[in-house]
Each structure stands twice: as C-alpha cells, then as structure tokens.
C-alpha cells in the first residue's frame, strides 16, 4: 500500500448537525496516512468548536479559519495549508465510505501523472432522495463506471465535487482553486478536462451524498442556471469551437435565450434553429428563428442543444447518428 500523504481539504459552514459524521468517516479510513485541513467559512453555529475538539483528538485533523469569505477562498486556504502528495475534497455534510482514500490513492499509483481518480456516489437524505437527484446519480455513476466522464460534459457536471483525487503537481497545472468562477467545482471539471486528465474508471461506491434543503447547491445564487451556462459558454469557446464552421443553438427555450445571448455579448454569429411553430421567424434578441429545413443550406456546422424534453433529445441523436456527427465533435448538449 502507498504512504504517500492524502490532503483532504474541506470547507465548511453551519454543518454541526452533520460533520461529526463526516469527521468519523476519515478518521476511519483503511489508509491512515491523510491529513484532514478543516477551514470555517464564518459559522454561526457550533462546527468550528466541534472541529477543536476532534483536532485535540487526532493531529491529522487540522483546523483554520478562511481568509476571505466563501467557499473558493476558503478552498485557497485550505490548499496553501496542506502538504500532501495528493489532493482530495471533502464536503463537511457527505460521508466516505472506509475504502475510499485506498482505492483512489492505489489508482493512482497504478496509472500514474496526468490521471484523475474519482468513484461512484450515492445519495441520501432523511425523506427520500427525489427523481431528479436519482437520475443524476444514475448518470454520474454510469460515466465514472468507465472512466467516460468528459463524454457529456456540457450536460452537467461530471465529476462530483467531493469524491476526486490527483497528484499535487497535476492539481497546480490545471490551476487548483484559483479562478473565481463558480460553480467552482463545474469550472474545476472543465480545467480537468482542458488539461486532459485521464478519468481512472470505478465501479464502486466511494461517496455517500447527503442531500437536504438548505444546502449550498440549493440555496446559494452561485448555483443557478445561469452560472452553470456561462461557465459552459466559455470553455466551449474556448476548447470546442471550430471558428471556421457555422454554429447552430438547437431551441429556444430559457436556456436556448441565455446561451443566444451569451454568444451575442461575445459576437459569436449563431444560426438559431427552432421547431416551434408559433416562433419560427420572429425575431429574438435580433437573431431571426429558423426552421430545422434550414440545416440543409449548412455545411459541417456545429451545434449547441439546449432542447430540455427527452423525446425530442433522443429525435435529435437519432438525426445526429444518420449524418455521422460525432459528440463533442459535430454537436453538444448544453442540457
């Protein structure tokens, strides 16, 4: 087994109710050689005093306060606190299952620089985990399960937040926490991929997620629809988009119009294709809709899908597929 140190960093605030769990599950890990850097993001209840006590206890368990305010500066600090040779998150609310540093630390060591270890997750929560959350997991799992995580990356995030872990110096490649960009750990999925980072497929359970109704990812504006587009907007300029083809946005839902108007700020010319009848040929934000015929006049275009219904998702692979277009290559699902 590898003695190479594991820095888990974790951020908290409010969590009382859930972070002794949390503390128990590292402490009880089968690999023993982590350090566990803790940093209170201003808490107004009792985390921090519980936080001292289980420091007291086990000097693995390191405690700070953030220097700034908000969960990438407190990321920053916890990283300018650890020494690790390897770098891990944690949310203060989920629970490790006992194998989980073993298991990504030895991949590691298997696969060597440049790859990425990350685990299946499962969700709980005390009145039942809803449909959506069910159906994420399934799909999260089912990427991790063969290491296929980038596949669908424009979706929705693709690595989960709390269970990943790579060496320190890949971590300082891709630039860690610095940018101010959230969601963080959306953006910090995008500079895993950028960096083309190899996902090490796992077929186990590594991570229990605990969903509730006052969790950051609930509750906090840095995580509404909007921040997830413009984070997908940027890096798909940026890595995907092939400036010397033309570019098509697939409906005009909510999200079709803030991707539309995304690209407009950044005068990307766009075609906007649109099935709706009662749409097609107005004028939104001054890009005419079109009709899907108009795909014809296109020569290799690439395009954006913001359509939301299932069916008509599936309707449209299904056109991708008899044109011989290839994901993240000829089209992307931004939903």
């Known amino acids: 087994m590898s003695q190479a ?17 949390c503390v128990e599950s590292i402490v009880n890990q089968t690999y023993s050689h982590w350090e566990a850097i803790f940093v209170d993001d201003s808490s107004a ?23 700034g305010n908000g969960i990438i500066p407190a990321l920053q600090t916890a990283f300018s606190k650890c020494k ?8 203060s609310d ?3 299952v006992p194998k989980r540093l073993e298991v990504m630390v030895n991949s590691l060591e298997t696969n060597g620089r ?19 959350y069910a159906r994420y997991e399934h799909w999260i799992n089912d990427l991790t399960k063969t290491g296929n995580n980038y596949a669908e990356i424009y979706k929705e995030c693709v690595i989960p937040s709390p269970c990943w872990m790579l060496h320190r110096d890949d971590f300082i490649s891709c630039k860690g926490f610095e940018p101010n960009r959230y969601p963080e750990d959306y953006d910090l999925t995008f ?4 960096a083309n980072y190899t996902c090490i497929p796992c077929d186990q359970v590594l991570l229990y997620w605990r969903d509730y109704s006052s969790r950051t990812s609930r509750t906090h504006e840095h995580y509404a629809i909007n921040y997830f587009l413009d984070i997908k907007v940027h890096y798909f300029l940026e890595l995907d988009y092939d400036i010397k083809r033309p570019l098509t946005i697939w409906g005009a839902g909510t999200k079709g119009k803030t991707v539309a ?12 294709i649109c099935d709706n009848q009662k749409k097609i040929g107005k004028d939104i934000y ?10 014809k006049q296109l020569s290799a275009p690439q395009s954006i899908v913001t359509v939301a219904n299932e069916r008509e998702q599936q309707d449209i692979r299904n056109y991708f597929a008899k044109h011989n277009m290839e994901s993240m290559i000829d089209y992307f699902f931004f939903c």
């Open 5 to 21: 140190l594991i820095s888990i960093l974790i951020p908290f605030k409010n969590t009382e109710a859930f972070i002794p769990e």
């Open 45 to 67: 209840d009792l985390s921090s005093s519980i936080i001292e006590v289980f420091s007291k206890q086990d000097d693995r368990i390191k405690y700070f306060k953030n220097n």
């Open 84 to 91: 690790g040779t390897y770098i891990t998150r944690m949310d």
């Open 94 to 96: 989920d629970i490790m």
């Open 114 to 132: 440049k790859h990425l270890a990350v685990g299946q997750v499962k969700y709980f929560r005390a009145d039942g985990v809803s449909d959506g």
């Open 191 to 194: 500079r895993f991929y950028r």
């Open 261 to 272: 108007k995304l690209l407009i700020e950044k005068d990307i010319p766009f075609y906007w």
């Open 286 to 295: 001054g890009q005419e809709l079109l009709n899907f015929d108009f795909l």
